[in-house]
């Protein structure tokens, strides 16, 4: 910034000092209500669904993660069976859990098992 030598210099240079603090204050306070307005609980479970949908791997995951829980669910079902007996169940559910995970951890092994099991079906009847 160079020197003010005269009244009039000076009066211009508070004139422009004020025109930019105005302009920051309006700038300050509609950032405030941007961001107030994100906080809302609303606005975080909408921009939440958001994200989750429109991630490009959730097309991936959808189906290994389904076969995942498909698959703890049935060994959760055979091991279990109609057992009242509260160990069983137990362990039944910790084997669903751990079923489940490492089925949709491997879900593309997987799908390429049961593409290759699909495609022998298909050449056997030809």
């Known amino acids: 910034m160079q020197n003010?030598?005269?009244?009039?210099?000076l009066k211009n240079a508070i004139e422009l000092l004020e025109v930019e603090?105005?302009?920051k204050g309006q700038l300050l306070k509609e950032q405030f209500h941007?961001?107030?307005?994100?906080?809302k609980p609303i606005n975080l479970f909408r921009n939440a669904l958001k994200e989750f949908f429109?991630?490009?791997l959730l097309?991936?995951?959808i189906p290994?993660?389904?076969?995942?829980?498909?698959?703890?669910f049935l060994i959760k079902k055979i091991f279990v069976g109609r057992s009242g007996n509260i160990f069983r169940?137990?362990?039944?559910?910790?084997?669903?859990?751990?079923?489940?995970n490492i089925l949709a951890?491997?879900?593309d092994i997987l799908m390429s098992f049961f593409q290759s099991i699909f495609q022998q079906f298909g050449r056997s009847k030809k």
């Open 89 to 100: 169940k137990l362990i039944g559910s910790v084997l669903q859990f751990g079923i489940t």
């Open 54 to 56: 429109g991630s490009p």
């Open 34 to 39: 941007l961001a107030y307005e994100s906080l």
């Open 4 to 9: 003010i030598t005269s009244i009039a210099g």
């Open 105 to 107: 951890k491997n879900s």
């Open 59 to 61: 097309g991936e995951n």
């Open 21 to 23: 603090q105005t302009v």
């Open 64 to 72: 290994g993660t389904a076969m995942g829980a498909a698959g703890g």
